[in-house]
């Protein structure tokens, strides 16, 4: 059954974002803004098997994906959770340390050391340009949570640019996670540096189709540039949401494929294999934005942006969504 989704996307050079509460308050948005609601503002009539109409302001641009469109995420990841989960794809909290290290060694194959740490060394170096372009953009969006999450998770943490957003706040506690055992010096200099007791920073070696915490352990998650690279999209925002308590907010940034017919969509198709070979299974053609708001989210709001430093890893889509 094909079902379409309310989504939109909005362009901003100056973005400015409300303060989101992981409750989902209802706020009145001006134009330009990723803006929370409420998903009582969405009403269901599941008597008279009718959606009522979404409510706008004049000049709101937003996606609510909510309700019966839940369905999407399991009919997506069954063949994916087959496959990993053979016993009981249904939950994999249900998996031991030992298994979760199978996930990890079936969905990304052990690299060389050497590559690992090449890898690792390359990204803490060469970043700088980019994160200093996004720093604005992750500000604002960081500015969410702060002070409302206590336990956050972060996918994909890599060398931990993102630790100094947030990881500052008293008695944060801080789950890092990362395919690549050679980050976690790294972020933990990173989670160091923003002022965050290693005491209160975990790092787990893990991928995102198999996430090493219980069910609704975390008050919100992290997810920056990671989604590109994992081998199941739709099994990894299923775990996102597993781990997520109600309530609780999934932040993301992610690079998505060029609008079709564009040169420089023409670029990431011919570029696409080399990518995933050199950029440890990037890939540069997924409609991440997509799949983030067909992820049954109650809330999922997003922006685009194009930025310089990224060349044809553009555009970007980010954002938060709420469980």
């Not at 000049?59 to 995420?73: A, T």
């Not at 087959?82 to 249900?94: I, K, Q, Y």
């Not at 290290?101 to 990304?108: A, E, G, H, T």
């Not at 789950?175 to 980050?183: H, L, S």
């Amino acid at each position: 059954m094909a079902v379409k989704s309310s989504f939109v996307f909005f362009s901003s050079s100056t973005p400015k974002i409300t303060p989101y509460s992981p409750r989902c308050s209802k706020l009145k948005p001006p134009r330009g803004k990723i803006t929370a609601f409420s998903c009582s503002d969405l009403r269901y009539d599941d008597d008279d098997k009718r959606k009522a109409p979404i409510k706008r302001s004049h000049g709101e641009s937003f996606c609510c994906i909510c309700g019966r469109r839940r369905f999407i995420e399991g009919a997506t990841a069954t063949s994916t959770a087959l496959a990993v989960f053979p016993n009981d794809p249904s939950n994999a909290s249900d998996l031991h340390s030992d298994d979760y290290m199978s996930v990890l060694n079936k969905v990304r194959p052990p690299r060389p050391d050497w590559y690992e740490e090449f890898y690792a060394s390359v990204l803490d170096k060469f970043s700088d340009s980019y994160e200093a372009e996004i720093a604005d953009y992750k500000s604002q969006l960081f500015s969410n949570f702060k002070g409302k999450a206590q336990k956050v998770l972060e996918i994909g943490i890599g060398t931990g640019p993102n630790l100094k957003y947030y990881a500052g706040e008293a008695d944060v506690q801080v789950f890092g996670m990362d395919p690549n055992r050679k980050m976690e010096k790294y972020a933990q200099a990173a989670a160091e540096a923003a002022g965050l007791p290693l005491t209160n920073f975990e790092f787990l070696h893990a991928v995102g189709e198999a996430i090493p915490l219980g069910d609704a352990s975390v008050d919100a998650v992290v997810g920056t540039l990671v989604l590109c690279s994992v081998k199941d999209v739709d099994m990894a925002l299923k775990e996102v949401k597993r781990v997520l308590r109600p309530g609780g907010i999934y932040l993301f940034v992610e690079h998505v494929a060029a609008k079709d017919g564009t040169v420089l969509r023409f670029i990431q198709n011919v570029l696409d294999p080399l990518q995933q070979t050199v950029g440890d299974g990037c890939h540069l053609t997924r409609e991440t934005g997509m799949k983030i708001s067909e992820a049954g989210f109650s809330v999922v709001e997003l922006n685009k942006a194009f930025l310089s430093t990224a060349f044809f890893v553009n555009p970007q889509v980010y954002g938060i969504a709420c469980k």
